[in-house]
């Protein structure tokens, strides 16, 4: 199918040709339409499927109509979890809604400072992209004029669910007309997700991608075993001189990691930087755009700070500490491969880590093949397969299958042979500092991540990070 067939408008297709799409993904095949006739939909997508636009375009579609309720405040609205997402969400509204005639499209987040915000929502706007947290607060305030809303998107609503947003999105959605078109977008439709929709959708079109497994192809996975922090710091260095790695992003569990990690690696000549929500929005849009333009190596950062980078020279993508969750495993190593080219996703794991291996492997349909590099091998290893070892990478001198057992991990410093098993037991990578926990997830710590007092010239350095973007 091509584009013209969804029948959009006519600037929208050539922004759409200028962009260099010649046809819809599946997951923009099966919802646009169903959104152009005005259909309340919830659909499962992974990052990556198309599914900015599979909104965005029938939202600007529907501004290419005069507004029949006059006033300044917002036709659309986003809500994502996070600042770098929205910010994403704002550079396609700008791309897609380029030849359309005066679409403004300003972002709401936290580390703005709350006079440019005000500024912004003293004027008209026909799309409003924001994080839940800061939007609230505006609501709260009476800054913000729903009464000509058309449409309300969730993205990433699982994400939401997960940081403890779902009663600031409720409370927002309260706020805006009945007649509004709603739509959920998330990793995956679950029972709470099936919740949250009957609560705020009108009898929706549901729309499932099962793009789980090609979207996987174009990435090699590798797994790596460590017996402690100095093991996975030293494979780590190794790794990262690998000349075939031309920008890599390191997955942490907490932020505090992210930022004692950075450090290292810095210390060892690595042009790293760290990435997390407790960073002020002028940091985090230099180290972003320091990244854009190769001069950045190693970006380090945690999983809500990474999601929606858009990065093509990411070739690698190391899980420093492995996710709790398997849906994150995959928006982590979603962040190569991008745009048909291929990627390399590695993976460090303990004996503590049996049951997050199998919990990513059911949910991705794919094993994991182990690597050794010479003279850093594991002591600690599962119980090898027929197999055996093999030297199919050039980087890496060992690969072998393995096999599970339910006996228990052994203590990696006991394990000094390779028959040791593989565990059942949950918990962190041997050696994570501090005990720390997947803060992320908190309501607290989501709060935290769009808090932060910044100048507005935070955004001047680049231009595809404006908080205010107009289109001709």
Known sequence: MSFEKLNLHPLILKAIVDSGYTSPTPIQEQAIPELLD??????????????????????????ATPAKVQSRGPRVLVLTPTRELALQVSEAAAKYGKHLPRVKVVSILGGMPYPLQNKLLSQPVDILVATPGRLIDHIQRGRIDFSRLEMMVLDEADRMLDMGFIDDVERIASATPATRQTLLFSATLDSAIDNVAARLLKSPRRIQIAAQQAKLDNIEQRLHYVDDISHKNRLLDHLLRDLALKQAIVFTATKRDADTLADNLSAQGHEAAALHGDMNQRDRTRTLTKLRGGGLRVLVATDVAARGIDVAGITHVINFDLPKFAEDYVHRIGRTGRAGASGIAVSFASGKDGINLKKIERFTGQRIASHEVPGLEPRFKPRPGTSG????????????????????????????????????????????????????????????????????????????????????
């Open 389 to 472: 070892p093999s030297r199919s990478a050039p980087s890496v001198a060992h690969k072998r299958t393995r096999t599970w057992s339910n006996d228990g991990p052994r203590h990696a410093n006991s394990a000094n042979s390779s028959n040791g098993n593989w565990g059942d037991s949950g918990g962190r990578s041997v050696g994570a500092s501090r005990g720390d926990t997947w803060g992320s997830n908190t309501r607290g710590n989501a709060r935290g991540n769009s808090g932060g007092n910044t100048r507005s010239s935070s955004f001047g350095n680049s231009g595809a990070s404006s908080p205010y973007i107009r289109t001709k």
């Open 38 to 63: 005005g259909h309340d939909v919830m659909a499962s997508a992974q990052t990556g499927t198309g599914k900015t636009a599979a909104f965005m375009l029938p939202a600007l579609h529907g501004l």
